[in-house]
């Protein structure tokens, strides 16, 4: 069986950082595309960040460019978003996806999905 479960989302003030974390069970993450998305009240799930199992090439949105990296930890089975310079816009709930494909990493359909983890940035 598929799992995925996030971990590491909190409250943190403007300018602060936090680790993300997306543990993986029933596959290997290596193996499949590993995507980050965010869904903040009253607005639409944004991706913000992908890394694919072939080749390890990364994507990120726009708006956290520069400031949030995605990484691979084969040995954990484990995914994580570094997020840096965090922004009051960045709160939302942050879910980790999950699925083996080609094509748009934002607007694909993943079949796996995680509970999400609350992440709130003050200003």
């Known amino acids: 069986e598929v799992q995925l479960v996030e971990s590491g989302g909190g409250l943190v003030q403007a300018g602060g950082s936090l680790r993300l974390s997306c543990a993986a069970s029933g596959f290997t993450v290596d193996d499949y595309v590993i995507a980050w998305f965010r869904q903040a009240p009253g607005k639409e799930r944004e991706g913000v960040s992908c890394i694919s199992g072939s080749f390890n090439t990364k994507n990120y949105a726009d708006s956290v460019k520069g400031r949030f990296t995605i990484s691979r930890d084969n040995a954990k089975n484990t995914v994580y978003l570094q997020m840096n310079a965090l922004k009051p816009e960045d709160t939302a709930v942050y879910y980790c996806?999950?699925?083996?494909?080609?094509?748009?990493?934002?607007?694909?359909?993943?079949?796996?999905w995680g509970q999400g983890t609350q992440v709130t940035v003050s200003s």
């Open positions: 996806a999950a699925d083996d494909f080609s094509g748009s990493w934002a607007t694909y359909e993943y079949r796996f």
